[in-house]
């Protein structure tokens, strides 16, 4: 058996990366509930997996007093990241690596100068959504990319994605992380709030009722973008890489119910203080208005607030 696994945070992304570590290293998967043994992995193929997986709450670990993990991965949702650490964080040598698989750009900066240990970020474009409290559905491959936000830890996060890779997870460690989660919150900040606000599908955003708010909040995120000297992945800096970048993957996720609208519908939290947060305050920096991604953020409150 390979270095053991503890992942902290059993949603669709915990339970995948569970699944496929699962075969070759020690795993367990944490939650505050109970979860059943046996897991099912269903792929896009219909093609059906069920193994064994250790699951157990943070208090069922600090009774039993295991050996500490090689890796803590937290796959929370960015806002439960601090209380769900907080469970676990007196079982955890300081020198136990983090990999945190937030969206968004809040706690990533925040545990990376807190934690002593080393801090690796994940960036993924993997499909999963959980159809059961025993199964998931592994809906789309896609690629994973894992580094520190200083630069540091890069044997690390090569050894990562190296047993990534192995396990089925397409895998890169990369320096520029931080590039690639900002990358990936401009997108989330164009299209999350809008279809989250409105219960919309992703793809009902180019019709005319809603292209040109997406255009709005387009203009606002890559002016921020621009300051903060964060290239779009095409390696351009003007408005128009940002707009071909978010249009694309409106077209390639039309039929989506992206994942801020699954939470307004549960009656969850949105990730709005991560998507968000993080533009508006880097906005607030440089001393520009947003007002557009102001006023989306008080909408997602209000629609909070009312559950
Ligand atoms: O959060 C999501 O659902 C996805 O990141 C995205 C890109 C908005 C597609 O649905």
Redesign the pocket.
Known sequence: MNASHWILGPGAIGRLLAHSLAPTCEVTLIGRRALPLFQTLHSAKGERRTQSITCATPAQLTQGAPAPPAWLHITTKAMAVEPAFETLHALLPATTPLVLWQ?GFLTQPELTNRWPGPVLCASTTEGAYVTGNDRIVHAGRGHTFIGNLNGRHTALAQALAAQLDRAGLATTAVDDIRRRLWQ?LA??AA??PL?AIHGIR?GELRGAAYASDVEAVIREVAAIMALEKIVAPDGGDEQDSWRALVWD?IEG?AN?????LQDVEAGRPTERAAILGPLIAAARQHGLTVPILEALDKALAKLEARY
Do not use: E, L, R, Y
């Open positions: 969206n990936k997108v989330n299209i999350n279809v992703n993957v996720t989506n119910k992206a994942s801020m």
